[in-house]
Every structure is written in structure tokens, then in C-alpha cells.
């Protein structure tokens, strides 16, 4: 049975699921005003470490992800400029243009961490008119109101606010400062749509006037449009419950006047040098940092691993180091197991790692089963077992196995021959490689083989 720790009933809890064995499973993501970093893609591979630790268990996955390209203002709440804006006006660019580049960076990241995508991948602008009819139906059914600044939803109608961060309304609502806007009821009301002011870039017709959407209404409507009035599971990091998720459950649950999410999951932040990741220390990293200092997505992808998604994990280099080795390692003895000839019952270790990932994805439970697995003699039970994981996992093991070494050897000794600037015999090697069926790619400071 896989059992995952629910954050709204504080429980770990068999995963819901529909007819066949069908998850259908929600994920906030990217807000596309700038270079994804790490600490997004932890968020994204806890994704994918759902997705793969479900198909393992012979489930189906009905999974979507919204890109936010309008509404996400500088803070989580309704304060601050749109962050496509922002972006928008530093790189001189349209909003559209912004949103597509970094789009596409994120796509590229996410697959060079061999993350398994959701099936549908929305952008909130390619849903404004269903944004529109759901803010319709709150407003008819009573749950939101109209100021001269837009839609507004109405806390106070929601007594269930605050049951997923564990916040009480009641109490909030009478400490709360006065909201500077006086039109709100409350202060923690949350604007729906928003009237827009004629130079605001973005804006779309609507029955309230020109206007954009709130940020959280997206994630309500996408969900709707996708999965419907029933979703198994719904993920996100930890900073968006207080704000993000919250506002999600009272927009959905009041639209259909039931529970719409059962599971909710919230990884962790990723902590870099045991701190926040910020700009005036420096520290934010991409993917691209790291491959600057030798180190692959594939390392990032298996340092993941090293720690519970419920843990804030730590990034420093000399952990990345320490992961980039092992993976190195279990690559080495995987080779040796392909080619083994003892017999092994690998049988107990499959069960210890259907436990592991089972029990609320232990990941560090699951690698230290695999580790200890490939102690064992040299066998090509161990492999298969190894590849069985690997749906798991996700790691590359084939890339090397492919290129027989000789062809190594040649692509080696041409491109010192090409560092030293003896360019004939980088030449005549690349003939001979490309003579025996493989081809070379450069790039600026490695080389890539290929097979033709
Ligand atoms: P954003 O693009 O800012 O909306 O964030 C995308 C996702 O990354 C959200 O689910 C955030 O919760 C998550 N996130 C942001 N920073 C971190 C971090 N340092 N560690 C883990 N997740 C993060
Ligand atoms: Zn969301």
C-alpha cells in the first residue's frame, strides 16, 4: 500500500485515486519571470518522485502543471507588481516574450533532470475566459464581492480558512491591522480578478470591465478544467500554504460546495550553505552554475535523493561532490553487474525499497537498500533488480554502456590531439571514428560521442 503523508490531516494516508487505478494529480508551477533554480527544481523533482513512485505501484497518473505567466505579484499576497511586468520592463520585452523564453529554459532544465512531466502543461493566460465563468459563480453563490479595484474573495464565508497551515480565521481576523484598502470586508480577503488601470500591459475584457486575474484563481481553474471536481493529489512547495493554498481550497470548495482536493503535499525548501538561497550572498544556483564546476543535472537529480522531501535539505558543493561520486560508483558497479554470472536472490531488497518508497517516499531509505544491494557478487539479478528501480530513480545508465571503449579511446586521443593544435591527426581520428559507425560533437569545453 503507498501511504503519503497528507498536510491538510496531518496523517499518512493511503493514496485516493479514481477508477483504474487513475491518480489524478495537481502541481503548482512555475511563476516564468526568470532563470528557474535549484530550489524550484527540488519542488519539481519531488514532483516526479511522486509521479514515478505511483506508476512503480502499477497507478496511472492524470497529472497537471499551470505555468503562471500573469497575476504572481512580487509577494504571495495582493501586494506588489506583477512579476511578468517586472521582468517585462528590465529585459524590454513584451510579457509574451518574457513567458515563452522562460518557458522554454524551464522545459529544457526539467528534462536534462529527466523529471517526468505532467500529461497537461496550461498556462494561466490560455484560461482567462474559464477564470472569468468560475469568478461568476462565487459571485452568484455569494462568496465574493465587487470593489471599485476588482473581484474580492470573502473570507469570512469560508469558515473552514486557515485548516491547512493550521491558522485560526477567527483569531487572525480580530489582531488584524485595518486592510489600507477600505473597500475589503477583511483584510485577508483575496482579489479574484483585478481591474486593471488602462496602462497595465496585460488585460482582458470582462464582465467587471478591463481587468487580469488573480494569481490563485489559475491553479483553482486549471485543476477544474483538467481533473475536475476531484482531485487525488496536489503538490507545491511549503511557502504556499499559508497564502497560496489556502486561498485554492476556499476558491474551489466554495465554487462546488465540496471538499475538491483529499491530498495535499508540500515539499521543503532547499537551503543553500544552511541559508536561504538570496541575492546578496550570491548563491542562487541554476543548473547551469553547476555544470560550469563539473557537475551534471544527473548529480543534482541523485543528490535529491539524499534527503526526506519533508526535511529542508542543505546544498553546499562538497554534498554535490559526495553525490556526483556515489553516482559515479553505482554506475561503475552496475557495469560489473550486467556482466556477472553468480546467482543472486535480490528478492528482499525489492521489498525493501517498495517499502521504503511506500512509506511516504523515503528516499534515503530506498538508495541505502540499493547501495547495499550492489555489494553483492557480481550478478545480473542484481542488475535487473537495479533496473527495476531505475523507473524510480530515473538515472542514465545506458549513455556509456553504448560506446564501446576503443571508440573512447580515439575520441579521447583526438581531442588532446585537437587541445595541442595538431589538427591532421584530431582529423584522421575523427575519420577513423566516424569509419566505425560514431560521430563527434564539440562544444566549447567537452566533447560529445554519438552514435550514427
Ligand atoms: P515560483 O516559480 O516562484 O512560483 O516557484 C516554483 C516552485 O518552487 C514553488 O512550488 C515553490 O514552492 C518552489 N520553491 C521555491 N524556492 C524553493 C526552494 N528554495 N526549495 C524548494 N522549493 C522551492
Ligand atoms: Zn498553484
Redesign the pocket.
Known sequence: MVKFYNSLTRRKEEVPCHENKTVKMYS?G??VYYY?HI??F??YLFMDNIRRVLKYNGYSLDGVMNI?DVG?LTSDADEGEDKMLVASKREHKSPWEIAKFYTGVFMEDAKKLNIDLPEHIVPATSVIQEMIEFVKVLLKKGFAYETSKGIYFDIEKFPEYGALSGMDIKEKLAGARIDVDEEKHSPYDFVLWVKAPKEHIMQWESPWGMGYPGWHIECSVIGDKFLGEHIDIHT?????KPVHHENEIAQSNCHYGHQVVKMWMH?E??QVDGGK?SKSLNNIYRLSDLAERGYSAEDFRYFYFMAHYSKQQNFTFEALESAKNTLKSIKNLAKEHKNGTAKVDTSAYEEEFLDAINDDLNMPKAIACVLKMLKEERSQDVYASLMKFNQVLGLNFEEEDDIPDNIKEKAEKRWQAKKNRDFATADALRKEISDLGYEIKDSKDEYQILKK
Not at 507545491?236 to 504556499?240: E, L, N, R
Open positions: 503548482c512555475p511563476t528557474p530550489g524550484n527540488r519542488a503562471t504572481h507545491g512547495g511549503v511557502d504556499h515539499v525548501f532547499l538561497m
